[in-house]
């Protein structure tokens, strides 16, 4: 039973992993770039939420006002930052969101307040009870899980089967060919990292009650979810989802028979291996050159 339920808990932790590298992923998709602020836009945005809940009692309410903020703050992270610096460098955007992250964490301080905070779920965290037996999976694991379900198929329809979506990607990976079928590649890319931002703000809800609020408590999240899309594959919606749920079992079996603090040592190997014996991921594009 207790081998169990560390799968039941690592499966409803890795469900919310995934959906922060889904933004990664989606990102990547939409403008080739990794973002490193994601996890600070999360934060922001779970902050959000928190701050409308306490002060309308609704949780669906603040759930939809930060998904609103995050695609707001995603928006402007390409907008004032990502696109500027890109036109010099490509790796001016990586470096500029490293700073954003940074930015992002004084303002929730300067905002919030340092303090951890605990975020109330809608419904019980509590283990079902089946006969004399309790498993470690809530009504509130079972409501993320369909949220991040649904959320995960959308998107990939979205990218798959829509106009829009194929403009992203085709903005994405041929920027001028694109320009002359007619797409606005700017504005493709600036509406993937709003969407990206949406999508990093529902998962930041969703984690923060199973665990704690801070303006740090999102760092090692980002470093899960990074190892979640890179095993999963970049290019892969639903890799990002597979890679996160692997995750989260991951670190929940290390948790177990070992320490938490060996957890970010075991995602780190996970991440290394992966690039070293598949690069494009699980679920990713292969490229072959021949010679």
Do not use: C
Not at 63 to 85: E, F, K, P, W
Not at 148 to 163: C, H, I, N, Q, Y
Not at 164 to 172: K, N
Request: charged letters at 10%; glycine letters at 10%.
């Amino acid at each position: 039973m207790q081998f169990i339920n560390t799968l039941l808990s690592g499966l409803s932790s890795g469900i919310v992993y995934g959906l922060i590298a889904l933004a990664v992923v989606f990102v990547w998709r939409s403008s080739r770039a990794v973002n490193f602020a994601q996890a600070g836009q999360a934060m922001v945005s779970a902050f959000v939420a928190l701050s409308v809940s306490q002060a309308t009692g609704s949780w669906l309410l603040g759930l939809l006002v930060a998904t609103v903020s995050g695609i707001v703050i995603g928006g402007i992270a390409y907008g004032l930052v990502q696109r500027a610096l890109r036109r010099e460098h490509e790796s001016g955007a990586l470096i500029a969101s490293l700073g954003l992250l940074a930015v992002l964490q004084a303002a929730a301080s300067m905002i919030w307040g340092g303090d951890i905070r605990s975020f109330p779920a809608p419904v019980s965290t509590d283990g079902i009870k089946i006969g004399d037996t309790v498993f470690l999976l809530s009504r509130y694991d079972l409501l993320v899980i369909v949220i991040a379900s649904l959320l995960s198929v959308a998107l990939t329809l979205f990218m798959t089967r829509t106009r829009l979506g194929l403009a992203m990607r085709a903005a994405a990976f041929n920027p001028d060919v694109a320009r002359i079928s007619g797409v606005r590649v700017s504005r493709m890319l600036m509406l993937g990292w709003a969407l990206a931002g949406g999508i990093g703000a529902v998962g930041g809800v969703l984690i923060a009650p199973l665990s704690f609020l801070s303006p740090n408590s999102f760092d090692i999240v980002i470093v899960f979810a990074f190892t979640a899309a890179v095993v999963g594959g970049l290019d892969s919606p639903i890799g990002a989802m597979v890679g996160g749920i692997s995750t989260g079992l991951l670190i929940a079996l290390v948790t177990m028979y070992s320490e938490a603090a060996d957890a970010p040592i075991a995602a780190l190997v996970v991440l290394v291996l992966t690039l070293l014996v598949q690069p494009a991921g699980l679920f990713g594009a292969r490229t072959v050159r021949r010679v």
